[in-house]
C-alpha cells in the first residue's frame, strides 16, 4: 500500500467526493450568479436609453456616443459597441415587466438573449422559448433550431386518443411532448423511398433525430424482436421516456395514414405492455409518423382504441431525380454567372 493511501484516515475518500461536488456546484452557481446581474446590467441600461429617447427625444445618435464613452471609462469590459447598446434597448423594450425578467429571462446567457430578440416577435412565443431553454438546457444553436422548424407551432399538435387512454396529469404531458409535423430535414431521401430508408437515415443522423424527438427520449433499438405465440414480430423504432416513464412504440410509415395502422399498434402496445413493461412502469405509447393525414380518418381510427396512440406527419428534404438534377446549374456554373455579370 502507498503512503498516500496509508494517510488517508477512514471516510475521507466520502469527504473529498461530496467536497469535490459543492465546489463544482459553487462554480456553477457563480457563473450563474454572473450571468444574471450581467442581464440585469445590460437590461437597467437599455430601459435607461428607452425612457431618454421616449422622454427627451434623444435620437440614435446618442447610443454611438454612449458606447464610446462607456467603452472609454471601462475599457476591459466586453459589450458596450453601439451594436450591443442597440440589443439592450430592445431588451428592455421586449421585457418591460422586471418580475418575469428576474425570475426566467435573466437566466439565460446574453447570446440566447440576442438571439430570441432577432428571430422570435411576439411576446407570449418568445417567453414559451425562454421556459422551454430553461427547462431542458437548450445549447444557443439548438435554441435556433427549434425556433426554424416552428416548435412552438409544433409541440403537443399530434392526433391522439391520449385524453381518454390516460388519466389527466399524464395525458396531458403525454400530448405535450408530441409533435406534428416531425422536422426530419437533415435526411434527404428520394420520392419513391421505403420505410426501410427512413429507419436508416434516421439511425445514421441519431443524434439530430433524437434532438427532434426532444429530451427525455431514450433509444432503446431498430426492428425490436418480440415473440408473440410463437411468432416473430419486428418494432421499427422503440424508445423509452424518462420522464413518462414507459416505452414509445414508434411505427414509420412513408405514405398516408390507413386506419389498419391503429389496430396494428394497439398489437404493439399489448405486447410491449405484456412482455417488457415493468410494474413501476406506465402504459406504453405508440406514435404512428406518416407522410401525411387525413384528420377525420384518423380520428376515427383512434375514438375506440383502448391504448395510448398518437398520428403524426413528418417531412423530409427530398432527393433530386437524377434526369432533372443533371440540367440544373452547379454552384461553381453559378458563381461563374454572376462574375460575368459583375465584369458587364
Known amino acids: 500500500m502507498t503512503r498516500s493511501?496509508?494517510?488517508?484516515?477512514?471516510?475521507?475518500?466520502?469527504?473529498?467526493r461530496d467536497l469535490k461536488q459543492e465546489i463544482r456546484a459553487a462554480q456553477v452557481g457563480a457563473v450563474l450568479a454572473v450571468n444574471r446581474e450581467l442581464i440585469l446590467l445590460y437590461w437597467r441600461i437599455g430601459r435607461e436609453i428607452l425612457t431618454r429617447q421616449r422622454k427627451d427625444g434623444w435620437g440614435t445618435r446618442v447610443i454611438e456616443r454612449l458606447a464610446r464613452d462607456l467603452h472609454s471609462e471601462f475599457p476591459d469590459m466586453q459589450g458596450f459597441s453601439p451594436r450591443n447598446l442597440g440589443y439592450m434597448k430592445a431588451f428592455a423594450e421586449a421585457w418591460p415587466d422586471e418580475t418575469i425578467l428576474q425570475q426566467l429571462v435573466a437566466k439565460l446567457p446574453w447570446g440566447h438573449n440576442v438571439r430570441l430578440l432577432e428571430l422570435v416577435k411576439k411576446p407570449e412565443e418568445r417567453l414559451w422559448y425562454v421556459q422551454q431553454t430553461i427547462e431542458n438546457g437548450w445549447s444557443r444553436n439548438v435554441l435556433v433550431l427549434q425556433i426554424e422548424s416552428a416548435l412552438y407551432r409544433r409541440l403537443g399538435?399530434?392526433?391522439?386518443?391520449f385524453p381518454t387512454a390516460f388519466p389527466a396529469p399524464q395525458s396531458d404531458l403525454a400530448q405535450q411532448l408530441l409533435k406534428d409535423p416531425y422536422h426530419f430535414d437533415f435526411l434527404t431521401l428520394s420520392k419513391d423511398a421505403q420505410e426501410k430508408e427512413l429507419e436508416s437515415g434516421l439511425l445514421t443522423h441519431i443524434r439530430e433525430f433524437l434532438i427532434e424527438l426532444g429530451v427525455g427520449f431514450a433509444f432503446v433499438g431498430s426492428q425490436f424482436q418480440l415473440e408473440v405465440g410463437g411468432e416473430d414480430f419486428r418494432i421499427d423504432l422503440l424508445f423509452y421516456h424518462l420522464k413518462l416513464r414507459c416505452y414509445v412504440v414508434i411505427d414509420l410509415k412513408m405514405g398516408a395514414f390507413k386506419p389498419e395502422y391503429a389496430g396494428k399498434m394497439n398489437f404493439y402496445l399489448s405486447a410491449v405492455d405484456d412482455l417488457l413493461r415493468h410494474p413501476d412502469d406506465k402504459p406504453s405509447i405508440g406514435l404512428i409518423l406518416c407522410k401525411s393525414?387525413?384528420?377525420?380518418?384518423?380520428?376515427?381510427?383512434?375514438?375506440?382504441?383502448?391504448?395510448?396512440?398518437?398520428?403524426?406527419?413528418?417531412?423530409?428534404?427530398?432527393?433530386?431525380?437524377?434526369?432533372?438534377?443533371?440540367s440544373l446549374p452547379t454552384i461553381e456554373e453559378l458563381e461563374d454567372e454572376l462574375k460575368r455579370e459583375r465584369g458587364a
Open 5 to 16: 493511501l496509508r494517510d488517508r484516515p477512514e471516510g475521507y475518500s466520502d469527504l473529498l
Open 157 to 161: 399538435r399530434a392526433q391522439t386518443n
Open 293 to 326: 393525414k387525413n384528420v377525420i380518418v384518423a380520428e376515427y381510427a383512434l375514438r375506440d382504441a383502448k391504448k395510448p396512440i398518437g398520428i403524426s406527419g413528418f417531412r423530409v428534404t427530398e432527393r433530386l431525380p437524377a434526369a432533372l438534377k443533371g
